[in-house]
Antibody, heavy 112, light 113 residues
Framework: QVQLTESGPGLVHPSETLSLTCTVS????????VYWVRQPSGKGLEWMGR???????SYNSALKSRLSISRDTSKNQVFLKMNSLQTDDTGTYYC??????WGQGVMVTVSS | DIVMTQTPSSQAVSAGEKVTMSCKSS????????????LAWYQQKPGQSPKLLIS???TRESGVPDRFIGSGSGTDFTLTISSVQAEDLAVYYC?????????FGSGTKLEIK
């Protein structure tokens, strides 16, 4: 069955870089796009970016200067890197195929 | 970017009542070539990931109770819950997937009296 699992550090210091991994199973990264969506604590959903099935990427313009999404198809993994983190980047980060398939989310706290 | 505006921001209803919530997009989500509206509705319960309820504005996902009804076209969309149950306590989001960046509405929080 389709599964997506996020992993990464729970705590990041201000100005540092966040690195998250999404490990997928039950489908191929060359057949489906994977998206990153985040949710600041107590707030709504924000689309961050996309790794398309063909390897192309697209980003939320508000985050584009800080964000990079890549993948390793041999490991069934999609990666998110975002630099210059600030406290308002605190929240839950999801990887998703959108639609019916979402990871459980990883909580990231930006604090010194 | 396509802006999604959801109203109301919160709503309190009693079990058994009918509830409607609105989602408006800043541009049409209707793709002329296939006549499909690129609009989805998600339900997010406390502490959980979003769950897809409806895609293409009105197509209910398998296993979603038929009390959840999506309607609308173009720029105006509605999610109706025909008879609210206690387990429907959640925040409901609309999302457009017509164009990138994909965008979500700010959500309607449903509370049960």
């Amino acid at each position: 069955q389709v599964q997506l699992t996020e992993s990464g550090p729970g705590l990041v210091h201000p100005s540092e870089t966040l690195s998250l991994t999404c490990t997928v199973s039950g489908f191929s990264l060359t057949g489906y796009s994977v998206y990153w969506v985040r949710q600041p604590s107590g707030k709504g959903l924000e689309w961050m970016g996309r790794m398309r099935y063909n390897g192309d990427t697209s980003y939320n313009s508000a985050l584009k200067s800080r964000l990079s999404i890549s993948r390793d198809t041999s490991k069934n993994q999609v990666f998110l890197k975002m630099n210059s983190l600030q406290t308002d980047d605190t929240g839950t980060y999801y990887c998703t195929r959108l639609g019916a398939y979402w990871g459980q989310g990883v909580m990231v706290t930006v604090s010194s | 970017d396509i802006v999604m505006t959801q109203t109301p921001s919160s709503q309190a209803v009693s079990a058994g009542e009918k509830v409607t919530m609105s989602c408006k997009s800043s541009q049409s989500l209707l793709y002329s070539e296939n006549k499909k509206n690129y609009l989805a509705w998600y339900q997010q319960k406390p502490g959980q990931s979003p769950k897809l309820l409806i895609s293409w504005a009105s197509t209910r996902e398998s296993g979603v109770p038929d009390r959840f009804i999506g309607s609308g076209s173009g720029t105006d969309f509605t999610l109706t819950i025909s008879s609210v149950q206690a387990e429907d306590l959640a925040v409901y989001y609309c999302e457009q997937y017509y164009d990138t960046p994909l965008t979500f509405g700010s959500g309607t929080k449903l509370e049960i009296k």
